[in-house]
């Protein structure tokens, strides 16, 4: 890629990101979005279909790096309170990307991507899993219990605080996984 589309890209995706940040993606407009970039309405098409194509491939990209972060996917069975906490954090660390791109709306799209994502790659390495239906609860467990539970208490709390709630999700993962 050279570094003229780079620039357009980059352009491109920061202007969606500081709109996404004030309103509902429903309410961004190719127009709007290729004034803030500063490139015309054509460019636009050249890398994207529509404003859902770019939302979605930032989208892609987040879960990507959250799921690349956890130090070890598979945790997930072999140690769920590590895994459960690790998820969580995660979910802290990102938390103003995750709050842009899955906001107002999009909020379901995080937890089914986080989903699927993790279970492609504990499935590629352990393929037997496909329909362990154990296994699918815990996975689902994992992620949108982490996920509701950022949504609920990571805001606005001390760090004392967090490291409780990391406990208790942790805590809970591990009772769950010894069902």
Request: hydrophobic share 40%; net charge negative; proline share 2%.
């Amino acid at each position: 890629m050279d570094l003229r589309t780079r620039k357009t890209l980059r352009s491109l995706r920061a202007a969606f990101l500081g709109l996404r940040r004030d309103r509902p993606l429903a309410r961004i407009t190719v127009r709007e979005l290729c004034e803030r970039a500063e490139v015309s309405k054509a460019t636009f098409y050249l890398h994207y279909h529509s404003i859902i194509d770019l939302s979605a491939e930032l989208q892609e990209e987040l879960v990507r790096r959250v799921i690349d972060e956890l130090k070890v996917p598979g945790a997930l069975l072999s140690d769920p309170r590590r895994f459960a906490s690790e998820l969580f954090s995660t979910f802290i660390v990102h938390g103003d990307e995750v709050d842009t791109l899955f906001s107002r709306g999009e909020e379901h799209a995080l937890v089914e991507s986080v989903e699927r994502e993790l279970r492609g790659r504990v499935l590629a390495e352990n393929p037997q899993l496909a329909d362990d239906l154990r296994f699918n609860v815990l996975l689902t467990y994992q992620v949108y219990g982490s996920h509701a539970t950022y949504m609920r208490y990571a805001r606005g709390v001390t760090e004392k605080d967090r490291q409780i709630v990391i406990d208790a999700i942790a805590e809970a993962a591990e009772a769950m996984a010894r069902l």
